[in-house]
């Protein structure tokens, strides 16, 4: 069991460390020279530079933590956001399904695809004057807060379990019996989300800070759901409670 | 203002144990379960309370995995009958082994005024519903006495768990024979039928046939036995081993049948099958 939470110490400690501003780094260096400004580069060195930025955007600016949500009691996950306006978030959670009646704990992992169509500046920040480095910065994330009424998410989740498959075993009619995976589930959620955004003279670790609730169901309470009037759709929501960080 | 503050904080504490925590699922095949469990023992102890006689009647029900209108109704019917002593349920109460799936049977099931039980179906183990199953329910095996007759309650999908435990547990029957021919030295006619109930029968594919027949050398080790099961979704009453030894299997709940056995003050049983 402990090899299980040091690879949870490791998750947590990547979703501390995700998240870096997506420009060259300082480590990036040509003879010496940091390659911080465009200016007076030689083709070699924008190609060098270009390299770096690219590479870059594979760093995760986004960490979330979550309770339940049908994918762990707690989950810890990194992400992207990417798009026109960051309207589209990737995240992968590593989440923790806790023993209870069951014969053992699990971990499972969410990869989660979201698409945020409206964001809503609330506020002036009165607590500190807008910085003139923010004019880059859309008015959603100027303001001192900003909500995101709807949150739409498709996730699909995996077990770690051996009495879970992906394919069933040749023993069930050579594969062909229940006809469907007991380890991956297909869930699908509407939220939203309230976010503070923090000034770029008060950063210390995070650009934004976010509260967010999500309402899921998955693929089987669905199937279950729908030749059933007894089955409410009360019966197969499922409540997920998260705070996301993340780096614009 | 100490006061409203705690008052607030408690409300809103109250608020999400009420109504957050029903909402709060960890997982589909989480191992929290809420509500009643250890329902075998809970009805077994209310069958006894019953003081049946000789004669009584039972329904035997199977196969209701995702049919909850039809399990309601089903519920509904027996109950207004009125004549129904307790009810056998013969598994596959869930579809995909899902907690959820069991909360919803157990709760439709839990409208029967009379005392109602249940074998594990193959369905019933996939995933981690097995533990759900144990924990909600309890034994796989186990038996009981009403009247004349000694019910035998197994267990016997063995390809759900890969051949690895004994399905069916001979040992279990072997104890139970000794068992009913204690009873039957001292007192002469104390049991006078065996009823098994089981998901698969003989032969099935969740059967474990490499045992076909020396489970029914063990079952001529019992008092004139007949046999309950589902799994097949069919009503039809065979004898596998032509030797006497019926088995009545009842069809999944979305036909709308179940089977009603009546058993007479002479210890006879007549089968009866209603639509409703």
């Not at chain 1, 199937?223 to 197969?236: E, Q, R």
């Not at chain 2, 069919?234 to 056995?261: C, L, S, W």
Request: net charge negative; charged share 20%.
């Amino acid at each position: 069991m402990k090899w299980k939470w040091l690879i949870f110490s490791i998750c947590w400690w990547m979703v501390f460390t995700a998240g870096k501003a997506q420009t060259a780094p300082s480590y990036a260096a040509i003879d010496g020279k940091p390659l911080t400004t465009r200016d007076s580069l030689t083709y070699y060195q924008q190609r060098v530079l270009r390299s770096y930025e690219r590479w870059n955007n594979l760093i995760p600016n986004i960490s979330t933590l979550q309770l339940a949500g049908n994918i762990g009691v707690f989950s810890a996950g990194f992400g992207w956001d990417y798009g026109k306006h960051d309207r589209w978030e990737t995240v992968l959670q590593f989440g923790l399904v806790p023993k209870d009646h069951n014969e053992r704990a699990a971990f499972t992992f969410t990869a989660r695809e979201s698409l945020i169509p409206w964001s809503v500046g609330l506020g002036y920040r009165r607590w500190a004057a807008p910085q003139a480095s923010d004019t880059h910065i859309p008015w959603n994330k100027r303001a001192a807060f900003s909500f995101e009424p709807a949150v739409f998410s498709f996730f699909a989740n995996t077990i770690f379990n051996d009495e879970f498959w992906v394919k069933e075993p040749e023993k069930y009619n050579g594969g062909d019996y229940y006809r469907f995976s007991s380890k991956v589930r297909f869930h699908l959620g509407i939220g939203s989300r309230i976010s503070l955004n923090i000034p770029e003279a008060k950063r210390r670790h995070y650009d934004r800070i976010s509260l967010y609730y999500e309402l899921s169901s998955y693929d089987l309470a669905i199937i279950s759901a729908i030749p059933n009037k007894d089955i409410t759709l009360g019966d197969i929501l499922c409540l997920g409670l998260g705070i996301q960080y993340k780096f614009f | 203002m100490r006061f409203f503050r705690e008052y607030i904080c408690g409300m809103v504490a109250a608020c999400l144990l009420l109504t957050g925590c029903d909402l709060l699922k960890f997982h589909p095949y989480e191992g929290r379960v809420e509500g009643e469990v250890h329902l075998t023992e809970k009805n077994l102890k209310k069958l006894e309370q019953l003081h049946l006689g000789s004669s009584f009647k039972f329904a035997f029900i199977s196969d209701t995995q995702r049919w909850y209108d039809e399990t309601n109704d089903v519920v509904s019917h027996i109950n207004k009958r009125g004549d129904i002593d307790f009810v056998i349920h013969g598994g596959d109460l869930t579809d995909f082994g899902v907690k959820d799936e069991f909360i919803w049977m157990r709760d439709c099931l839990l409208g029967f005024k009379m005392p109602w039980l249940t074998v594990i179906g193959n369905h019933d183990f996939l995933g981690t519903g097995e533990h759900i199953y144990s924990y909600m329910f309890g034994d796989y095996n186990y038996a009981f006495t009403v009247g004349h007759y000694r019910f035998l309650v197994m267990n016997t999908v063995a390809l759900e768990l890969d051949y690895s435990t004994p399905v069916p547990d001979f040992e279990f029957m072997h104890k139970q024979a000794e068992y009913i021919d204690s009873l039957n030295t001292a007192k002469p006619d104390s049991i006078i039928h065996s009823v098994f109930v089981m998901h698969s029968r003989p032969g099935d594919e969740q059967f474990n046939n490499n045992v076909l027949y020396p489970f029914d050398l063990y079952l001529n080790l019992f008092p004139a036995p007949f046999c309950l099961n589902g799994h097949n979704h069919r009503t039809e009453a065979i004898e596998p081993y032509n030797d006497g030894i019926i088995f009545y299997g009842i069809n999944e709940i979305k036909d709308r049948q179940y089977y009603v056995i009546t058993v007479n003050p002479d210890s006879s049983y007549e089968m009866e099958v209603v639509d409703f």
